[in-house]
């Protein structure tokens, strides 16, 4: 189901006017007296997923009744079902689209540039999204890339308009999930759109190269792809649709002919969710002669990254970056992402909590990048449609450093959640945010299901 912002904006304004009613009337309750509040439980992109069920076990039946936000289009079967011949064991789809766009991106970015050059992939990377002869399969576009077409790539996240100037989509669209029986229910999803198809770009990019013949080794092919994704860490949840997006991409522009005439190369790599593991693949892409990294997973591993990443003159390319602030990081043109960010998260995000009508909401979020980002951009429009300071607690936790470092403890911050009685718990981060739960229902959090 799709849902107009216009529409979404209506019922965010009409909750938030009834909120603020509904509090000032008072109680019938006698002075003293004590109720038990129950909490609706909310989530993000980082765990709204069929995986993080695993990350509370036998306690997965509080995830019952909670919902949340995560970027995600309308999946056709037919690509669903092409993920599934790489990975027939995938249960979530989250950034799959994104990471297969982002591959097909850069492979047509580097048809058009006549090089595997990374600065030169990179100048071509906004246009080929933007004002040229539309296309949406690698076969396709790729066949118009080596006549030296100006293409306007429309894949499988990308569908309503292109890169902004910046290297990150103009438009969006987020899903609404919710768990039920210790699962997503499919059922329940809705669509909303978000963004401003006026906000890409109109700048031309640099004229196409027509390919003559089978340029090899004189374009500097094969051109070399390095992953930088989670296969561990605290968003390895995310790895197996992430990882299967990547393989499909790879195998369909490889079966229309690769790039400058060689099959394009893949080189396995790990960003840990952790800077340091993050950096040493890296350094291992570079000395490997990668010239597009796929990643990081994380919004904070890309920020550690992308310093490295520019020093060495290659693309860092992100399926699943969200943090705001990284459209305007000091990227020397190197940067991109085909998700959106947070600014509109923020927004879809509120409109979720707020049509539940909550009187008192608490957010807490995993103390780096992505979670205050998109914290503060819920805030920022939770204070937007009309609720005071005083009905929002802002909390966070230190995500563990490693894997070998403590589980999160968040049992007081439960407590502090409970003696503010909020009726509405959005929780941010990834999976580790289990322990937030957990330590919510441990501290006598009544959760409504």
């Not at 849902?3 to 509904?22: H, N």
């Not at 290297?167 to 899903?175: H, R």
């Not at 509109?344 to 990048?369: E, M, N, T, W």
Request: negative net charge; glycine residues 10%; hydrophobic residues 40%.
């Amino acid at each position: 189901m799709l849902v107009s912002r216009a529409s979404r904006a209506a019922v965010s304004t009409a909750c938030a006017a009834l909120l603020l009613a509904t509090s000032a009337c008072g109680s019938d309750k006698p002075e003293g007296a004590t109720t038990t509040t129950q909490v609706r439980l909310y989530g993000t992109d980082g765990n709204m997923q069929n995986s993080y069920v695993d990350e509370l076990k036998d306690r997965a039946d509080l995830l019952n009744g909670m919902k949340g936000t995560i970027p995600l289009t309308p999946l056709p079967e037919t690509f669903k079902d092409r993920l599934r011949t790489v990975d027939p064991k995938l249960k979530d789809f989250l950034y799959s689209a994104e990471t297969y766009d982002a591959v097909v991106i850069s492979a047509l970015a580097a048809q058009l540039a006549g090089t595997t050059d990374p600065g030169e992939i990179a100048k071509q990377i906004v246009g080929v999204t933007t004002g040229g002869q539309r296309c949406d399969d690698p076969g396709t576009c790729l066949q118009l890339a080596r006549a030296g077409q100006d293409i306007e790539y429309r894949g499988v996240s990308l569908t309503r308009a292109g890169f902004t100037d910046a290297g990150e989509p103009a438009t969006a669209s987020y899903a609404t999930l919710h768990f039920d029986d210790k699962k997503i229910n499919d059922g329940k999803t809705e669509f909303v759109g978000a963004g401003d198809e006026s906000a890409a770009s109109s700048k031309a990019p640099p004229r196409g190269k027509k390919q003559r013949g089978k340029p090899g080794k004189e374009a500097g092919a094969p051109l070399v792809l390095g992953g930088l994704l989670p296969k561990t860490g605290d968003l390895a949840l995310a790895y197996p649709p992430i990882a299967a997006g990547a393989a499909l991409a790879l195998k369909e522009v490889n079966a229309a002919g690769g790039v400058l005439g060689e099959p394009v190369t893949w080189i396995d790599g790990d960003d840990g969710t952790n800077p340091t593991i993050a950096k040493a693949t890296v350094a291992s892409h570079v000395s490997k002669g990668v010239h597009v990294i796929i990643g990081a997973a994380a919004s904070g591993i890309s920020r550690a990254v992308l310093p490295d990443v520019v020093a060495a003159g290659r693309v860092l390319f992100s399926p699943s970056n969200t943090d705001a602030g990284l459209t305007t990081i000091d990227d020397k043109g190197l940067y991109f992402r085909t998700a959106p960010s947070d600014i509109l998260q923020g927004r879809a995000l509120a409109d979720v909590i707020l049509r539940d009508g909550p009187h008192k909401i608490a957010i807490v979020a995993r103390k780096d990048s992505y979670g205050e980002g998109l914290q503060e951009n819920v805030r920022a429009e939770l204070e937007r449609a009309g609720v005071g300071a005083d009905r929002v607690k802002l909390l966070t936790y230190e995500p563990p450093a490693d894997a070998k470092a403590p589980p999160v403890d968040f049992s007081d911050g439960a407590r502090q959640i409970k003696d503010f009685r909020a009726d509405a718990v959005l929780v941010i981060g990834f999976g580790e945010s289990a322990r937030v739960i957990t330590a919510l229902a441990d501290a006598g959090v009544q959760i409504r299901h």
